[in-house]
Nanobody, 122 residues
Framework: QVQLVESGGGLVQAGGSLRLSCAAS????????MGWFRQAPGKERDCVAG????????YYADSVKGRFTISRDNAKNTVYLQMNSLKPEDTAVYYC???????????????WGKGTLVTVSS
């Protein structure tokens, strides 16, 4: 089992930036892909980004392309989500996820963090 702990959420004005971090521990391996999901009140939890172990395979939801960047530092077992040009509709609880590859981590990951709240004011 992989344990995931998110940090970096908070309140930001529209147009601003935030960087989320997710520290992984436990049964991580060189095949562990990582992802970020978000869930707004009353809405489903959707994937916004995913990244392979090597970093050469990434996925972005259309709604965040060009604004969000996912990256990882395997030496620190940490994945990041740099969020720029934030909009009020980006307000959500953001969850970190982990699984064996990008396809699985972006569609049905088995390991989840507890989430961090991002609020974007207009």
């Amino acid at each position: 089992q992989v344990q995931l702990v998110e940090s970096g959420g908070g309140l930001v004005q529209a147009g601003g930036s935030l960087r989320l971090s997710c520290a992984a521990s436990g049964r991580t391996s060189s095949n562990t892909a990582m992802g970020w999901f978000r869930q707004a009140p009353g809405k489903e939890r959707d994937c916004v980004a995913g990244i392979s172990w090597s970093g050469d395979n990434t996925y972005y939801a259309d709604s965040v392309k060009g604004r969000f960047t996912i990256s990882r530092d395997n030496a620190k077992n940490t994945v990041y989500l740099q969020m720029n040009s934030l909009k009020p509709e980006d307000t959500a609880v953001y969850y970190c996820a982990a699984d064996v590859n990008v396809r699985v981590v972006t569609t049905g990951p088995r390991s989840w963090g507890k989430g961090t709240l991002v609020t974007v004011s207009s």
